[in-house]
C-alpha cells in the first residue's frame, strides 16, 4: 500500500491502472480511522480493483469556532486499518497542496444546504468542492460514504448528477458501538460521563424508529418523541431534530418516499449527529 502526498503522484498511478483497465473505488475521510471507515473501504474492495482512500482535515469546511485544530489525527494507527482493509492507495496532502496560493473556485450547492448541519455550520458544505477536487484527483469509478452523515451523502450524489460526473456514488450503513453509539471520530471528546450521556442521540431515535414502525406518519409527532427523549438528558443540547426528504432535504409533514430523520445533539461541547432513513 502506498502512502502519497502530491496529486501528481496520485494522478500518474490513477493513470497506470486506467491503462490496465482496472476499476478504482473511493474513500474520502479526515482520518482517525475506525469501524465506519473501515465498512466503506470493505463494500469498495468487494466492488471494485482498487480502493483509493483520502486522509484530509480539510480546513476549508471548518468555520472559526470549530475543531480543526484538535481535530484528532493518527496516521499511523490510519495507514495500518486501510492496509488491513485491502487498500491500494492513501491519499495524505498538506492543505497547501490542495489549496495553492490563489484558490477561489467553489462548488456553490444551494437547496440541499440550506438545512440540518448546512444551517448551525455554515460553511460546512464546502466538503463539495473538496470532494471536487478529490474525484477530478482519483478518478474513481464508485466512491463510498456513510449514512452516517446522510445530508452530505445526499449533498454529494445531488452534485454528482447536477454536474454530469460519471461517479456511481454508494451510501453505505451507519456502523454503531455496542451500545448503540454510532462511531465518530469526535466521540474521542467525550469524558466517561458525556460518553453515557451521548447514548441518549441512539435512544431518542429509536423512541422516533418505535412510532415509525407502529405505523406513525406524522413528521411532527416523531420529532416531538425524540426531543421528549433528549431533553430527559441534563447533558444534552438539541442542535437539531428533524424531518426531511431525502434526496432534497427539504422538511415534510407526512412521512412518504425516502425519509431522512436526523438530529444533532451536543453533548457537553461535543457536537454529535445520527439518523435513521425510512422507505415508505
Ligand atoms: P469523516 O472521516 O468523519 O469525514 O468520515 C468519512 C466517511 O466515513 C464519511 O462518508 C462518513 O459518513 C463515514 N462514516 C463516519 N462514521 C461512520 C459510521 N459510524 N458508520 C458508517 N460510516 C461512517
Redesign the pocket.
Known amino acids: 500500500m502506498k502512502v502519497e502526498g502530491t496529486v501528481k503522484s496520485v494522478k500518474d498511478q490513477v493513470k497506470e491502472w486506467k491503462k490496465e483497465g482496472l476499476s478504482i473505488g473511493f474513500v474520502?475521510?479526515?482520518?482517525y480511522l475506525h469501524e465506519?471507515?473501515k465498512?466503506?473501504m470493505d463494500a469498495a474492495r468487494k466492488g471494485n480493483d482498487k480502493v483509493v482512500v483520502s486522509i484530509f482535515v480539510n480546513p476549508m469546511q471548518f468555520g472559526p469556532t470549530e475543531d480543526l485544530a484538535s481535530y484528532p489525527r493518527d496516521l499511523e494507527a490510519d495507514a495500518k486499518l486501510c492496509e488491513a482493509a485491502g487498500a491500494s492507495l492513501i491519499f495524505h496532502p498538506e492543505p497547501e497542496e490542495m489549496y495553492k496560493d490563489g484558490f477561489c473556485s467553489f462548488v456553490d450547492m444551494n437547496g440541499l444546504t440550506n438545512a440540518l448541519c448546512g444551517l448551525s455550520r455554515p460553511v460546512h458544505f464546502r466538503v463539495c468542492t473538496v470532494v471536487n477536487k478529490l474525484f477530478n484527483i482519483v478518478q474513481p469509478d464508485k466512491a463510498y460514504?456513510?449514512?452516517?452523515?446522510a445530508q452530505?451523502l445526499a449533498v454529494i450524489k445531488r452534485m454528482v448528477t447536477d454536474l454530469n460526473m460519471d461517479i456511481e456514488i454508494v451510501g453505505?450503513p451507519?456502523?454503531r458501538e455496542a451500545d448503540g453509539l454510532?462511531?465518530?471520530?469526535r466521540n474521542t471528546y467525550l469524558n466517561a460521563e458525556e460518553r453515557q450521556a451521548a447514548l441518549v442521540l441512539n435512544r431518542s431515535l429509536k423512541a422516533g424508529k418505535a412510532l415509525v414502525d407502529a405505523g406513525e406518519t406524522r413528521a411532527c409527532v416523531i420529532k416531538s418523541a425524540i426531543t421528549a427523549e433528549i431533553e430527559k438528558e441534563p447533558l444534552a443540547k438539541i442542535d437539531y431534530v428533524d424531518v426531511v426528504d431525502f434526496d432534497t432535504i427539504t422538511p415534510v409533514e407526512k412521512l412518504e418516499g425516502s425519509i431522512l430523520v436526523a438530529i444533532a445533539v451536543y453533548i457537553g461541547k461535543t457536537r454529535l449527529i445520527d439518523n435513521f432513513i425510512v422507505e415508505k
Not at 28 to 31: E, V
Not at 145 to 149: A, I, L, N, S
Open positions: 474520502p475521510t479526515m482520518g465506519g471507515h465498512s466503506l460514504f456513510g449514512e452516517k452523515d452530505q453505505c451507519i456502523i454510532a462511531k465518530s471520530s
